[in-house]
T-cell receptor, first 108, second 111 residues
Framework: KNEVEQSPQNLTAQEGEFITINCSYS?????LHWLQQHPGGGIVSLFM???GKKKHGRLIATINIQEKHSSLHITASHPRDSAVYIC??????????FGPGTSLSVIP | NAGVTQTPKFRVLKTGQSMTLLCAQD?????MYWYRQDPGMGLRLIHY???????AKGEVPDGYNVSRLKKQNFLLGLESAAPSQTSVYFC??????????FGPGTRLTVL
């Protein structure tokens, strides 16, 4: 069993839809990261969470430490949101475990 | 600031050839990492460094060596390339070991 799992694996949405990507993990963590990988390959850090909720523009990330679960929400989705979204857990300064990613395609 | 840069962007090698990938960061970060990304798999840590002159093995270190002679540079070497090392390689850096800043990636093909 992978230590970090994401669902769904692939997601297609119509522009304007509310999107949720889920991440579940099986070990204790010090932080959880959400990353965005653009179609060209570049990786950008979106959020780092250790508790609660964070918001940046149309993106919202939540984490439930007790349930070992995090969600990434995108409100009013746009085609430029099309990317692979990666959940990663940090167990120490030298150990980050990445999930397999969720490929999102937003259609105009 | 250029952030994190990687050289080269693309490379094709023949089995047995050697090469060095260069990662440079201008953010004065202590921590630097080398990852590989393969289809259907998450990023996997090859080696990392917690400061100038230090290196340590990650999850998949076999077949690779690294050096951090200067704080701003982290080199990844392949002594004898194998087809299994065909991958996209990402370098990242971090100030505190938490949020990481990624380079643009190097696409390596080993024939």
């Amino acid at each position: 069993k992978n230590e970090v799992e994401q669902s769904p694996q692939n997601l297609t949405a119509q522009e304007g839809e509310f999107i949720t990507i889920n991440c579940s993990y099986s070990v204790g963590i010090s932080a959880l990261h959400w990353l965005q990988q653009h179609p060209g390959g570049g990786i950008v850090s979106l959020f780092m969470l250790s508790s609660g909720k964070k918001k940046h523009g149309r993106l919202i990330a939540t984490i439930n430490i007790q349930e070992k679960h995090s969600s990434l929400h995108i409100t009013a989705s746009h085609p430029r949101d099309s990317a692979v979204y990666i959940c990663a857990i940090q167990t120490s300064y030298d150990k980050v475990i990445f999930g397999p990613g969720t490929s999102l395609s937003v259609i105009p | 600031n250029a952030g994190v840069t990687q050289t080269p962007k693309f490379r094709v090698l023949k089995t047995g050839q050697s090469m060095t990938l260069l990662c440079a960061q201008d953010m004065n970060h202590e921590y630097m990492y080398w990852y590989r990304q393969d289809p259907g798999m998450g990023l996997r840590l090859i080696h990392y460094s917690v400061g100038e002159g230090t290196t340590a093995k990650g999850e998949v270190p076999d077949g690779y060596n690294v050096s951090r002679l200067k704080k701003q540079n982290f080199l990844l070497g392949l002594e004898s390339a194998a087809p299994s090392q065909t991958s996209v390689y990402f370098c990242a850096s971090s100030m505190t070991g938490n949020e990481q800043f990624f380079g643009p990636g190097t696409r390596l093909t080993v024939l």
